[in-house]
């Protein structure tokens, strides 16, 4: 799906980026480690499991049995049977790769005043555990980088827009007031998890087969109160595609459109506070979502919501080893 997405912007609208673009950032081992929400403290599998309270006391890639923690968080039974190389291959290294993409993407967002992965959004791994495909915790990583490495990021809000509750960054900034979480999902589904919903600020729940004028109305209604109660450094948007019409895990009924719509409103609600903002796509499960999310990814290039005209003073003049300064 990630690279579905990004493949039909760069085929389709070439002229969107003519000169060279960042090479992708890999989240190597050593990168995860600072800050402490690295995936050398994930605890797999859930507490349930009969491998509960196993502590690991180095990185994943040396451990062949990994391959069952692997599995049961991808929720892909084969993938046990896979030799660990495979495991680190075919699934951990691209999953790092879009880790660090969203990493890379937090500092550029501050530098440029938006920045989006078309990856990541692992919202359900915390700083000690990984579930519901998601096997490192991106969102906690590039909060917490800003946090400790660039100067004049103290604040943050996550907005999730993904079907299912973020409960993994709600974890792991549980009592945190630098962190303000607002969350709408559908509240019949997946995970569930009661004791992570102590840390929304903001939280929507919603009934099965929500459409789409309800949906957008209580996401702009609720976004305009959070940004009115915690004013931030930087926001956080997961702009899951699983509320999408058909999606059989989200359970919603949102129209191709009403995304679309639903990332414009955020953007322009978000920009207006010239607050830099890092999208990154999470959940989707269908084919077409690939085509939705470049959808929206044009319409806000088209509407001047992101590009480099949109960029900041202070972006403009940016010397970040992660970008070449004219590329948009």
């Known amino acids: 799906m990630w690279g579905l997405a990004s493949g039909k912007v760069q085929d389709q609208h070439e002229h ?9 950032l890999l989240a190597c081992l050593e990168h995860l480690r600072h800050p402490e929400a690295g995936p050398e403290r994930i605890r797999f599998p859930p507490a349930d499991s009969g491998l509960a309270g196993q ?16 599995a049961t968080i991808t929720e892909i039974p084969p993938v046990i049977f896979l030799p660990n190389f495979l ?5 951990l290294k691209p999953l790092r790769t879009q880790t660090g993409g969203t990493i890379m993407a937090g500092k550029l967002a501050v530098e440029r005043g938006w920045a989006i992965n078309v990856g990541g959004g692992f919202h359900h791994c915390s700083s000690d555990r990984g579930g519901g495909f998601c096997a490192y ?36 900034f549980m009592g945190d007031k630098r962190v303000y979480i607002m969350d709408v999902y559908n509240r019949h589904i997946y995970p569930g998890d009661r004791f992570a919903k102590q840390a929304i600020r903001r939280k929507v729940e919603l009934e099965w087969a929500t459409e789409d004028d309800e949906y957008l109305t209580k996401v702009e209604r609720n976004l305009e109160k959070a940004l009115q109660e915690h004013r931030p450094d930087v926001v956080v ?13 989200g359970g919603l009924s949102i129209s191709p459109q009403g995304i679309v719509k639903r990332d ?61 300064p004219e590329v948009p």
Request: aromatic share 6%; glycine share 8%; charged share 20%.
């Open 87 to 91: 495991v680190q291959r075919k699934v």
């Open 264 to 324: 414009e409103l955020v953007f322009r609600m978000v920009r207006s506070l010239q607050v830099p903002i890092l999208m990154v796509t999470s959940g989707g499960y269908q084919k077409r979502t690939a085509r939705i999310i470049a959808d929206s990814i044009l319409n806000l290039y088209g509407l001047g919501l992101i590009g480099p005209e949109s960029a900041s003073v202070s972006a403009q003049n940016s010397d970040s080893p992660l970008l070449p």
């Open 237 to 249: 948007y997961n702009a899951g595609t699983d509320v999408l019409e058909g999606d059989r895990l």
């Open 137 to 172: 915790a991106d969102i906690t990583l590039a909060i917490k980088f800003l946090f400790e490495r660039v100067e004049g990021i103290s604040r943050a809000t996550i907005i999730d827009l993904d079907a299912h509750q973020g409960n993994g960054h709600e974890r792991d």
């Open 55 to 70: 502590r690991r006391t180095d990185s994943l890639h040396l451990f062949p049995q990994w391959s069952f923690a692997v």
């Open 16 to 24: 969107l980026c003519t000169k060279p673009r960042a090479q992708p």
